[in-house]
């Protein structure tokens, strides 16, 4: 079966902190991967995605995630975080050519960012 | 800008209440889709549908059900609430097939039910 895991359930930084949030999914073959970010009380948007291509794919806000296929990950990062970026992320991935598309999603990670 | 409308952010019901959450999308998706979110468990899929009234069970069907009976709206009600559905629903639309961007989700904004 498809899944997705975060291993980070609360992350506590200070601003200008380096960030990488862990993701990892169960699936060989071609897989689309996702981060999505939930603001506090705002709804989920859509980060960055992988679908083919250059491993390292970039996103909004300054945030980046290599895919990296040999380890079955997909993690997050930014270099310097701020106070903005408080939220709860959430890594999803689907393989390619299976039935219809809803993804599956982790757990999810919060990220406290501390002024 | 909005493209995926839930009609209630906030529902108290009672336990054995029918519920109704309504979720339509304006940008022509052929999927969409409900899912519960809760603290620690992340998103499960409740229901989705690639068409209309077309519907496929997800994770956790049950004691739910699902109405497409148009393109643009997807309805997921709730028979008989019970204090176990409390929790947040989300909505989400995608266009169908397996190309990549097929699999780009966009979200509501969510509704939250307390069930009493």
């Known amino acids: 079966a498809q899944s997705v895991s975060q291993h980070n359930h609360h992350v506590i930084l200070s601003e200008a902190a380096s960030l990488e949030l862990g993701c990892n999914y169960s699936?060989?073959?071609?897989?689309?991967l996702f981060w999505y970010v939930q603001y506090p009380g705002q709804h989920l948007q859509l980060l960055l995605k992988y679908f083919s291509g250059d491993p390292l794919v970039k996103g909004i806000k300054g945030f980046e995630a290599e895919f990296i296929k040999s380890k079955f990950s997909f993690n997050l990062r930014k270099p310097s975080v701020q106070w903005s970026d408080t939220a709860e992320y959430f890594c999803?991935?689907?393989?390619?050519?299976?039935?219809?598309?809803?993804?599956?999603f982790g757990t999810g990670t919060r990220l406290t960012v501390i002024p | 800008d909005v493209k995926v409308t839930q009609s209630s952010r906030y529902l108290v019901k009672r336990t054995g209440e029918k519920v109704f959450l309504e979720c339509v999308q304006d940008?022509?998706?052929?999927?969409m889709f409900w899912y519960r979110q809760d603290p620690g468990l992340g998103l499960r899929l409740i229901y989705f549908?690639?068409?209309?009234?077309?519907?496929e069970k997800g994770d956790i069907p049950e004691g739910y059900s699902v109405s497409r009976e148009k393109k643009e709206r997807f309805s997921l009600i709730l028979e008989s609430a019970s204090t176990n559905q409390t929790s947040m629903y989300l909505c989400?639309?995608?266009?169908?097939?397996?190309?990549?961007?097929?699999?780009?989700?966009?979200f509501g904004a969510g509704s939250r039910l307390t069930v009493l």
């Open positions: 999803a991935g689907k393989k390619l050519q299976t039935g219809a598309n809803n993804l599956f």
């Open positions: 699936y060989g073959g071609t897989v689309n």
């Open positions: 940008m022509d998706h052929e999927n």
């Open positions: 549908s690639y068409d209309v009234k077309m519907k």
């Open positions: 989400a639309s995608s266009l169908r097939g397996f190309l990549s961007g097929a699999n780009v989700l966009t």
